[in-house]
């Protein structure tokens, strides 16, 4: 470009600078096309690691209801049944102090594997 103003082309110099104009708009249309496609990816992918987010926090927070709900369950149900078993005790013992003898207890022990303990 600078040869050709040298030369006298004045006309030919702004042809060269609209064609270098027209390929550098093109050239910074294709970048801000890439980074409005880029804008639009990132924004999906907050998007999706949201939904991801709230899923596992939902699915994390049945778990632990249910671990607490199973966890209650078996605390009561652990603890009617030794408290069945002293109540008998109990009373055996009560029967027994006041002079009934004829008062039986009756084991109903199992063992680890849920067979009867007593022959």
């Given at each position: 470009?600078?040869?050709?103003?040298?030369?006298g082309g004045h006309a030919e110099a702004w042809r060269f600078r609209r064609r270098g104009e027209a390929i550098t708009g093109s050239a910074l249309d294709g970048i801000?096309?890439?980074?409005a496609l880029n804008?639009?990816?990132m924004e999906a992918s907050i998007a999706d690691a949201t939904a991801q987010y709230e899923s596992a926090?939902?699915?994390l927070g049945s778990v632990l209801l249910v671990s607490?709900?199973?966890?209650v369950v078996s605390t009561l149900w652990i603890s009617l049944n030794i408290s069945r078993g002293l109540g008998r005790a109990v009373g055996l013992a009560?029967?027994?102090a006041l002079g009934d003898l004829s008062q039986k207890?009756?084991?109903r022990a199992t063992t680890r594997s849920g067979t009867s303990s007593t022959p």
């Open positions: 470009m600078i040869s050709a103003v040298a030369q801000n096309d890439y980074v804008q639009q990816q926090a939902w699915t607490l709900v199973v966890a009560n029967a027994i207890l009756v084991a």
